[in-house]
């Protein structure tokens, strides 16, 4: 990895757009190439440090005192995982008064003792990434963030209502932006767009499409590339299990998010990894098609396999029903002919078992996405309850057992039927020819 740093603010235009759980993970992440400092600069809502809060032992030391103290003699900082440092917004057990933190953090002085605390980073701590997770909507602590990063990744949803407050953040930064031009503070700014919790109803075309008419009208100079840059899908699981385990990423690292925050990381300093220092999750980003896929793909594999599972019965459905209707049409017909005919016998005999072999691989179809389901949610709650790191209750080994069994028996009825099928089809074919 290059010695230059990498720091990005997360922003968003309003609260609740999962912007803090995106920040962990992506720390996460980047501490795989690097020592990565995440710093909650959300003073009033303090998310990240509410996360991480259940999990880790935080103490005083925080970022408001330390960006605007400047010098702190005992600045620590809270191991989360292997080269990932946490810091808190505010003391955890004295925080200063609402009215504190609104008279220094609003002073445009805020920006440049954000500056030098990112410096003290590098210089001192040897932090080559540092990720600020700020407050979701329009404040100066924000504005500042957005001053001192490299990179900024604005997070919104689909609705409407969300994207309303993510072009008011736009804007606000476009007058702050306007407001320096020409002076020596002015840098290029660089802003990039993340939609998260996806619906499954939009494809990525469409998408890409309306996205890029919209940000090209609003970003003005804020970015050259009026794309979006990643597309997230909502997952079940994520969203069951928030809260219970910072890291997501770490437990599903083959789910569709594991793979879009990899994505938005070699997007961003791809080209800064050496190839020696990759980690798994990003060695096939490397490769430009698994790339594309990744970029375009906005559906969770959950959700694929819930649809799997329900276009399949409904075929099924279609398909047999069909079958049906011309297997009482022929019955009919013959029973009222020639019911003694051999032949017609033989003729019901097979459409019966057709009938039998049609609808068992129908169903085999469904189990085998039923198979995936349940293997991802098992492994994904095994590795959760296990990291946990406490004596499983009671109703956690409910929940792994009764996972367990569906994996084992959903396989098994597929790998059976298909032996059964293969078997069957062995069977006539020697009886074809043996006549």
């Not at 008064?97 to 609003?106: L, V």
Request: glycine residues 6%; hydrophobic residues 45%.
């Amino acid at each position: 990895m290059s010695n230059d740093i990498s720091c990005i603010a997360i922003v968003s235009g309003k609260g609740g757009v999962g912007k803090t759980m995106l920040s962990a993970n992506f720390a996460w992440l980047c501490s795989k190439l690097g020592r990565t400092a995440l710093i909650d600069l959300d003073f009033q809502n303090q998310g990240a440090t509410g996360l991480f809060a259940p999990h880790f032992k935080l103490g005083n030391s925080n970022s408001f005192e330390a960006i605007t103290l400047e010098e702190l003699p005992f600045l620590t900082y809270v191991p989360i995982a292997p080269d990932l440092f946490f810091l808190p917004a505010l003391a955890w057990h004295s925080p200063p008064s609402h009215r504190e933190i609104a008279s220094i953090s609003n002073s445009y002085d805020f920006s440049k003792k954000l500056a030098s605390f990112v410096n003290s980073l590098v210089t001192k701590e040897g932090f080559q990434f540092v990720i600020f997770d700020c407050h979701g909507g329009v404040d100066n602590v924000s504005l500042a963030a957005f001053r001192c990063a490299n990179e900024t990744l604005m997070v919104t949803e689909a609705d409407t209502v969300t994207f309303a407050g993510t072009l008011e953040l736009l804007r606000f930064y476009q007058q702050a932006v306007a407001s320096e031009e020409g002076t020596s503070s002015y840098t290029t700014p660089s802003v990039r767009f993340i939609v998260n919790r996806l619906p499954s109803k939009y494809k990525w075309k469409d998408l890409d499409r309306i996205y890029k008419t919209q940000f090209s009208i609003s970003l003005g100079n804020l970015s050259k590339d009026s794309s979006v840059l990643c597309y997230i899908p909502s997952e079940e699981l994520l969203e069951e299990t928030f809260g219970e385990y910072p890291f997501y990423i770490e437990l599903a690292p083959r789910s569709v998010f594991a793979q879009k925050i990899s994505f938005i990381a070699w997007s961003l300093f791809g080209n800064q990894v050496r190839s020696e220092n990759i980690p798994t999750m990003l060695v096939k980003m490397s490769r430009t098609k698994f790339r594309l896929k990744v970029q375009k793909s906005v559906e969770s594999k959950e959700e694929k396999n819930t649809k799997s599972i329900i276009t399949a019965f409904a075929w099924s459905s279609v398909i047999l029903a069909i079958f049906f209707i011309f297997f009482i049409a022929f019955f009919v017909i013959g029973i009222s002919t020639n019911a003694d005919d051999l032949l017609f016998r033989r003729r019901l005999g097979i459409s019966i078992f057709g009938a039998i072999i049609l609808g068992g691989l129908y169903y085999t179809r469904i189990q085998f996405s039923m198979t995936q389901y349940y293997s991802a949610r098992y492994r994904f709650y095994k590795a959760l309850f296990r990291k946990l790191g406490r004596p499983l209750s009671a109703w956690q080994y409910i929940i792994i057992a009764k996972l367990l069994s569906f994996r084992i028996g959903t396989l098994l009825f597929t790998i059976l039927y298909t032996l059964f099928f293969v078997i069957c089809v062995f069977a006539v074919v020697v009886e074809i020819f043996m006549k």
